[in-house]
């Protein structure tokens, strides 16, 4: 496998769509708290920026869910680490690096839907909607992309490249 030679999302672009992503969740939620829940480990980077450019008062949680080796999904997910807080009657943002088949943000909706939230929303950076399997959708998404595997800025390809600052196409070689 060999990368793009152009970015398909350079920095500037991820950079100003995060920004204006920041800009419609601190108007959402201008009058309530609000937790971030992150998804380890591919939402860090997205969440850590993206957090930046919300006001000062945002909590933040981890959560890390596992369901792919290599580019295939294994078709279950695991949970390896859990907020050891409860998120009852908190305002919920799941962070999420890309939404393929849904399946993590299927689970990992269940899972937190199960300690009652106040409300539960999804921000995901990469949608591949004609990948979808489950009947998760995120209410904010970065860009959609077509049905290619994509690394860099947190996506991993069996845990490389994920600090690449660009966003990258992996090509057959
Ligand atoms: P599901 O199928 O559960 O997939 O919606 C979500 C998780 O699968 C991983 N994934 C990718 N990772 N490039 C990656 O680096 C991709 O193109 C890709 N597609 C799916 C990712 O971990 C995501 O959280
Ligand atoms: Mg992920």
């Known amino acids: 496998m060999r990368l793009s030679d152009a970015p398909l999302f350079s920095e500037e672009q991820i950079a100003r769509r995060v920004e204006a992503l920041a800009a419609q969740i601190a108007t959402d939620y201008a009058a309530q708290s609000l937790t971030l829940l992150i998804v ?51 305002h919920v943002l799941l962070i999420e690096d890309i939404l393929d088949t849904g399946r993590t943000l299927d689970a990992v909706t269940r899972l937190v839907e199960a300690q009652a939230p106040a409300s539960l929303r999804a921000c995901a950076l990469l949608d591949k909607p004609s990948r979808r399997v489950f009947p998760a959708r995120a209410h904010y998404v970065g860009f959609e992309v077509p049905d290619q595997f994509v690394v860099g800025y947190g996506l991993d390809h069996d845990e490389h490249y994920r600090t690449l600052p660009a966003i990258y196409t992996l090509l057959p070689d």
């Open 40 to 90: 380890l480990k591919g939402a860090a980077w997205f969440g850590a920026d993206l957090v930046r450019r919300l006001p000062g008062d945002t909590l933040v949680e981890f959560i890390r869910a596992k369901s792919y080796a290599g580019d295939t999904s294994t078709g279950e997910v695991r949970f390896p680490l859990v907020p050891e807080v409860s998120l009852a009657g908190r």
